[in-house]
């Protein structure tokens, strides 16, 4: 289809052709019905054509030169039109001043004849100045033979007519002499200059433009040769002759501009023109030979020309040259067909080696020619491919398309098309196949539909592979996050689709998998993550749930189309059953267990990524009730992890902004009347809308996201300061003791010595006052790097505390181990609640530390019972609420001062 502005311009155009024609055929009648009309004579007709072709030749001249600047045109075209609107322009200055002026005054006639060579050089320039297209020697000879034959026969047809007429007498003076030699000189030049446009210039897309300028100057050459011949015999034919050829070629030099100025036009919104060899004019030479040979047979039955020797001569001189030419066509064409066969050699030995297959298929789709390429592509040979229906060879699955394919390219002449599909391979497997359709039934040397093929089957298996390998996990085979993601996207569509259809996310994730790692290795790791994916496979429903691996040790099973909410549990039931089994990894037996989190669609979805989001939030709660269990997913875990996430951002700003304070608890001497031991620091935290928040809601954050570490080491500084102080201003407790509670975190620092060293030495706290207390977790899990920790400590005077002692793995071998000196008995055990089995377990951690020389300190003591029964015990230091609560720098100073003779609980309950 073509867009609707090339409809509206070659309509344009077409009005302008005609009206242009038109415009002429009426010109040429009027012109006619004047001559012929009684009492005109020659000097009114001559008066007539004057002031009819002056317009016409001025415009001429200005079409010229707007075709000369036109910026689509190349630089040797503009410069050549320049040069003929320069010609035009002398033309019609000369035809000017013979009309209006005359010719007759030596000026006149030396300005006259001024204009006249000008016309004449500046044309020929302009035809030389055309864009020549002779790349190759056989051109070259073949244009200069030919312009040799048209310049004789040119050259004779001027002789016969202009000169021998009336031969040119060398003794009338210079400017005669020049003056007669004007015109059969700038005939010459005008027919070379022709001749040279017609045989060597490249010819544009439309020929019309340069066809039409051709025309017209051969016509004014042929006017200048009637002109100078029939004027010295007939006068009145001389007038309507000669008219009427300088009116048809000033008219067709003015169409030849107004079509290029057009074509340029319409170019600068189409595809550039492309340029051939002007094949289309090379029967200018032979029409020449025939005029000369045909002005010879004329002259010699009509005694018209006489004498006939120069007419023969200038026959012989064409002979000859066209025996030349013809021994240079015949060279040429050996040396063309030698060409030939040397392409078409090499065609061949390129299409035999080819890995593409030329088809060339008949209308009904059969074979009627394969390139010899198909033997080593498909392991045919041509001759059992031809007749055969290409259809017969495409795979059953795409047979319809196929047909179909063709049905429609057959509609459609020389269209190329690019499709694939499936051919039977010689040894009975299928190929994927690329095709270039072309159809060339209209090509009467083809007359088919040309199939370029190329075998694509290891393109499309390297595809497909990467598609799988996007798609999949590289170790396990099992969907990735990606494919994940699209399964959910379905699953989720189908649900808002079907309120009745139900689906369910479980998060797993392997339970203490970094110690297999960690032990075995990652090879031994990697096996086991196979395993558990297989596992998780037989688990399942088959060919209707999907596990996939998201990364690491994290798996997720996709469960679609669940008759109900149980279907999600037991399921979860199900793969921790088959979790159970101990799994072999080289000679190791190694037992695994998962905490899955259970996401429901009946929560209401519209993203895969928020089903997988608290499908993990109920997995890390199933983590924190102690593993191996599943939890499903509730609004209140998600509004508990959107809290978290909020506290854990709340934090990391508020030790900058000063958020955290440290809070003091004594530690009193249960053997001397509660009198104050010691204090241990407690941190708390003034949130700016929570207000205080517990140890207990942001201890953990802080232990996950690493701000213990900046935190602990605050608090560490703080205290000691806080501590020495009071140290100082009070000397009954100048031997006041500091407990601050130390992470693991913090444990696994290599430079903590240091850094507790570099806050001694600030604060100048003495280190024998420091009580550190440790969990016995962190001494478990860490043990080599913890004994060199505690040993480096307690070398500098600190004293090391067993913090809630009894509540971990309690084994006597640490207590020995490591340079413990105060034990804390956990609050658990001094609370009523279990009754003698507790108070057995705090008699015995007391004679226990006891006959180890270790300090003990009771945590919890919260009424006069729990502190009579720990006297009764001879524990030594008591700890509790039945002393002071945890109060600030201020009110534990205020606790200070307030003590005096009376025992400290008394004073609380006073400064309370």
């Given at each position: 289809?073509?867009?609707?502005?090339?409809f509206?311009?070659r309509?344009s155009?077409?009005?302008?052709?005609?009206?242009?024609?038109?415009?002429?055929?009426?010109?040429?009648?009027?012109?006619?019905?004047?001559?012929?009309?009684?009492?005109?004579?020659?000097?009114s007709?001559?008066?007539?054509?004057?002031l009819?072709l002056?317009?016409?030749?001025?415009?001429?001249?200005?079409?010229?030169?707007?075709?000369?600047?036109?910026?689509?045109?190349?630089?040797?075209?503009?410069?050549?039109?320049?040069?003929l609107?320069?010609?035009?322009?002398?033309?019609?200055l000369?035809d000017?001043?013979?009309l209006?002026?005359?010719?007759?005054t030596?000026?006149?006639a030396?300005?006259?004849?001024?204009?006249?060579?000008?016309?004449?050089?500046?044309?020929?320039?302009?035809?030389?100045?055309?864009?020549k297209?002779?790349?190759?020697?056989?051109?070259?000879?073949r244009?200069?033979?030919?312009?040799?034959?048209?310049?004789?026969?040119?050259?004779?047809?001027i002789?016969?007519?202009?000169i021998?007429?009336?031969?040119?007498?060398?003794?009338?003076?210079?400017?005669?002499?020049?003056?007669?030699?004007?015109?059969?000189?700038?005939?010459?030049?005008?027919?070379?200059?022709?001749?040279?446009?017609?045989?060597?210039t490249p010819?544009?897309?439309?020929?019309r433009?340069?066809?039409l300028?051709?025309?017209?100057?051969?016509?004014?050459f042929?006017?200048?040769l009637?002109?100078?011949?029939v004027?010295l015999?007939?006068?009145?034919?001389?007038?309507?002759s000669v008219?009427?050829?300088?009116i048809?070629?000033?008219?067709l030099?003015?169409?030849?501009c107004?079509?290029?100025?057009w074509?340029?036009?319409?170019?600068?919104?189409q595809e550039?023109?492309?340029?051939?060899?002007?094949?289309?004019?090379?029967?200018?030479?032979?029409?020449s030979i025939?005029?000369?040979?045909?002005?010879l047979v004329?002259?010699?039955?009509?005694?018209?020309?006489?004498p006939?020797?120069?007419?023969?001569?200038?026959?012989?001189?064409?002979?000859?040259?066209?025996?030349?030419?013809?021994?240079s066509?015949?060279?040429?064409?050996?040396?063309?067909?030698?060409?030939?066969?040397?392409?078409?050699?090499?065609f061949?030995?390129?299409v035999?080696?080819?890995?593409?297959?030329?088809?060339?298929?008949?209308?009904?789709?059969s074979?009627?020619?394969?390139?010899?390429?198909?033997?080593?592509?498909?392991?045919?040979?041509?001759?059992q491919?031809?007749g055969?229906?290409?259809?017969?060879?495409?795979?059953?699955?795409?047979?319809?398309?196929?047909?179909?394919?063709f049905?429609?390219?057959l509609?459609?002449?020389?269209?190329?098309?690019?499709?694939?599909?499936?051919?039977?391979?010689a040894?009975?497997?299928?190929r994927?196949?690329?095709?270039?359709?072309t159809?060339?039934?209209?090509?009467p040397?083809?007359?088919?539909?040309?199939?370029n093929s190329?075998?694509?089957?290891?393109?499309?298996e390297?595809?497909d592979?990467l598609q799988?390998d996007a798609?999949?996990?590289?170790l396990?085979?099992?969907?990735?996050?990606?494919?994940?993601?699209?399964?959910?996207?379905?699953?989720?569509a189908?649900?808002?689709?079907?309120?009745?259809?139900?689906?369910?996310?479980?998060f797993?994730d392997?339970?203490r998998?970094?110690?297999?790692?960690?032990?075995?290795?990652?090879t031994?790791?990697?096996?086991?993550?196979?395993?558990?994916?297989?596992r998780?496979?037989?688990?399942?429903?088959?060919?209707?749930?999907i596990?996939?691996?998201?990364?690491?040790?994290?798996?997720?099973v996709?469960?679609?189309?669940?008759?109900?909410?149980?279907v999600?549990?037991?399921?979860?039931?199900?793969?921790?059953?088959?979790?159970?089994?101990?799994?072999?990894?080289?000679?190791?037996?190694i037992f695994?267990?998962?905490?899955i989190?259970?996401?429901?669609?009946?929560?209401?979805?519209?993203?895969p990524?928020?089903?997988?989001?608290d499908?993990?939030?109920?997995?890390?709660r199933?983590?924190a009730?102690?593993?191996?269990c599943?939890?499903?997913f509730?609004?209140?875990?998600?509004?508990?992890?959107?809290?978290?996430?909020?506290l854990?951002n709340?934090?990391?700003?508020a030790?900058?902004?000063?958020?955290?304070?440290?809070?003091y608890?004594?530690?009193v001497?249960?053997?001397?009347?509660?009198?104050i031991?010691?204090f241990?620091a407690?941190?708390?935290w003034?949130?700016?809308?929570?207000?205080?928040v517990?140890?207990?809601?942001?201890?953990?954050v802080?232990?996950?996201?690493?701000?213990?570490?900046?935190?602990?080491?605050?608090?560490?500084?703080?205290?000691?300061?806080?501590?020495?102080?009071?140290?100082?201003?009070?000397?009954?407790?100048r031997?006041?003791t500091?407990?601050?509670n130390?992470?693991?975190?913090?444990?696994?620092?290599?430079n903590l010595?240091?850094?507790?060293?570099?806050?001694?030495?600030?604060?100048?706290?003495?280190?024998?006052n420091?009580?550190?207390?440790i969990?016995?977790?962190v001494?478990?899990?860490?043990?080599?790097i913890?004994?060199?920790m505690?040993m480096?400590?307690?070398?500098?005077g600190?004293q090391?505390?067993?913090d809630?002692?009894?509540?971990?793995?309690?084994?006597l071998?640490?207590?020995?181990?490591f340079?413990i000196?105060v034990?804390k008995?956990?609050?658990?055990?001094?609370s009523r609640?279990?009754?003698?089995?507790?108070n057995?377990?705090?008699?015995?951690?007391?004679?226990?530390?006891?006959?180890?020389g270790?300090?003990?300190?009771a945590?919890?003591?919260?009424?006069e019972?729990?502190?009579a029964?720990?006297?009764d015990?001879?524990c030594a230091?008591?700890q509790?609420?039945?002393?002071?609560y945890p109060?600030?720098?201020?009110?534990t100073?205020?606790?200070?001062?307030q003590?005096?003779?009376?025992?400290?609980r008394?004073?609380?309950?006073?400064a309370?």
């Amino acid at each position: 289809m073509f867009p609707t502005s090339t409809f509206a311009s070659r309509k344009s155009a077409g009005r302008t052709w005609t009206g242009l024609i038109l415009l002429i055929a009426v010109y040429l009648l009027a012109w006619l019905c004047w001559m012929f009309l009684p009492g005109t004579g020659e000097a009114s007709g001559q008066l007539v054509v004057g002031l009819a072709l002056i317009p016409v030749r001025a415009l001429t001249v200005l079409l010229a030169w707007q075709i000369a600047n036109h910026p689509t045109y190349d630089r040797r075209s503009r410069q050549a039109w320049r040069l003929l609107s320069l010609a035009f322009l002398a033309l019609l200055l000369g035809d000017s001043l013979r009309l209006f002026v005359g010719d007759r005054t030596p000026p006149t006639a030396l300005l006259s004849s001024c204009l006249s060579v000008a016309f004449y050089v500046a044309l020929l320039c302009g035809l030389l100045r055309f864009p020549k297209v002779l790349r190759f020697s056989d051109e070259r000879e073949r244009f200069w033979l030919d312009l040799g034959i048209v310049m004789i026969s040119g050259g004779t047809a001027i002789w016969y007519f202009q000169i021998l007429p009336a031969p040119i007498e060398l003794t009338n003076g210079l400017l005669a002499t020049t003056a007669s030699l004007i015109k059969p000189t700038g005939d010459l030049a005008i027919l070379f200059g022709t001749a040279t446009v017609l045989l060597a210039t490249p010819e544009q897309k439309n020929r019309r433009p340069f066809g039409l300028l051709i025309a017209g100057l051969l016509l004014f050459f042929a006017a200048d040769l009637t002109y100078g011949h029939v004027r010295l015999y007939d006068q009145q034919s001389t007038s309507m002759s000669v008219d009427l050829l300088w009116i048809v070629s000033t008219c067709l030099l003015f169409l030849s501009c107004q079509q290029m100025r057009w074509t340029l036009s319409r170019s600068a919104t189409q595809e550039p023109q492309t340029e051939t060899t002007a094949e289309g004019f090379r029967v200018l030479p032979y029409f020449s030979i025939v005029f000369v040979y045909g002005l010879l047979v004329f002259s010699a039955y009509r005694d018209w020309v006489n004498p006939l020797g120069g007419l023969i001569v200038g026959a012989v001189a064409l002979t000859g040259m066209v025996i030349a030419r013809q021994l240079s066509a015949v060279r040429a064409n050996k040396r063309a067909q030698q060409a030939i066969m040397e392409r078409e050699t090499r065609f061949k030995s390129l299409v035999q080696r080819s890995s593409d297959v030329i088809t060339i298929l008949n209308r009904d789709l059969s074979i009627q020619f394969s390139s010899p390429s198909v033997s080593h592509v498909f392991g045919y040979t041509p001759d059992q491919l031809a007749g055969k229906k290409l259809t017969d060879l495409t795979h059953p699955a795409d047979r319809t398309r196929a047909v179909a394919f063709f049905t429609d390219l057959l509609k459609q002449p020389n269209l190329a098309v690019k499709i694939e599909w499936r051919l039977l391979h010689a040894d009975n497997t299928w190929r994927h196949v690329e095709h270039i359709c072309t159809n060339l039934m209209s090509e009467p040397t083809i007359e088919g539909l040309v199939l370029n093929s190329l075998d694509i089957t290891s393109r499309k298996e390297a595809e497909d592979k990467l598609q799988h390998d996007a798609c999949h996990d590289s170790l396990t085979g099992l969907p990735n996050r990606a494919l994940l993601t699209e399964y959910l996207k379905t699953a989720i569509a189908r649900s808002k689709r079907s309120k009745g259809h139900l689906f369910a996310v479980l998060f797993c994730d392997l339970d203490r998998f970094k110690n297999i790692n960690d032990s075995l290795g990652h090879t031994f790791g990697d096996e086991l993550l196979i395993t558990v994916g297989k596992r998780l496979e037989e688990s399942i429903r088959q060919n209707v749930d999907i596990v996939a691996r998201l990364g690491g040790d994290e798996f997720a099973v996709l469960l679609d189309g669940m008759a109900d909410a149980s279907v999600a549990t037991h399921i979860a039931r199900r793969i921790q059953e088959g979790l159970r089994t101990p799994i072999n990894l080289g000679g190791h037996e190694i037992f695994s267990t998962t905490s899955i989190g259970i996401a429901l669609s009946a929560t209401g979805y519209s993203t895969p990524e928020d089903i997988l989001r608290d499908a993990d939030t109920a997995m890390y709660r199933a983590k924190a009730r102690g593993r191996a269990c599943y939890e499903v997913f509730d609004k209140f875990m998600h509004a508990r992890a959107v809290a978290l996430l909020q506290l854990e951002n709340d934090l990391r700003r508020a030790i900058e902004r000063g958020e955290f304070e440290v809070y003091y608890q004594p530690i009193v001497s249960l053997e001397d009347d509660a009198i104050i031991s010691g204090f241990e620091a407690l941190v708390r935290w003034h949130h700016p809308e929570r207000g205080l928040v517990s140890p207990e809601d942001f201890i953990s954050v802080a232990e996950d996201t690493g701000q213990i570490i900046h935190l602990g080491k605050w608090v560490l500084e703080q205290s000691c300061r806080q501590m020495k102080q009071w140290q100082n201003q009070y000397p009954r407790y100048r031997d006041l003791t500091l407990s601050v509670n130390l992470s693991g975190k913090q444990f696994l620092q290599p430079n903590l010595v240091e850094q507790i060293s570099e806050v001694l030495e600030s604060t100048g706290f003495n280190p024998r006052n420091l009580q550190l207390e440790i969990t016995e977790s962190v001494v478990i899990e860490n043990t080599e790097i913890v004994t060199e920790m505690l040993m480096r400590l307690h070398e500098l005077g600190i004293q090391l505390t067993m913090d809630d002692f009894g509540t971990g793995y309690s084994s006597l071998s640490y207590l020995h181990n490591f340079p413990i000196d105060v034990l804390k008995i956990d609050k658990s055990f001094i609370s009523r609640k279990g009754g003698d089995s507790k108070n057995q377990i705090v008699s015995t951690i007391i004679t226990l530390a006891r006959n180890m020389g270790l300090k003990v300190v009771a945590e919890g003591v919260e009424t006069e019972e729990q502190l009579a029964h720990l006297k009764d015990l001879q524990c030594a230091y008591g700890q509790g609420f039945l002393f002071s609560y945890p109060n600030t720098a201020a009110a534990t100073e205020k606790l200070i001062c307030q003590i005096t003779e009376a025992p400290v609980r008394d004073q609380v309950e006073t400064a309370a």
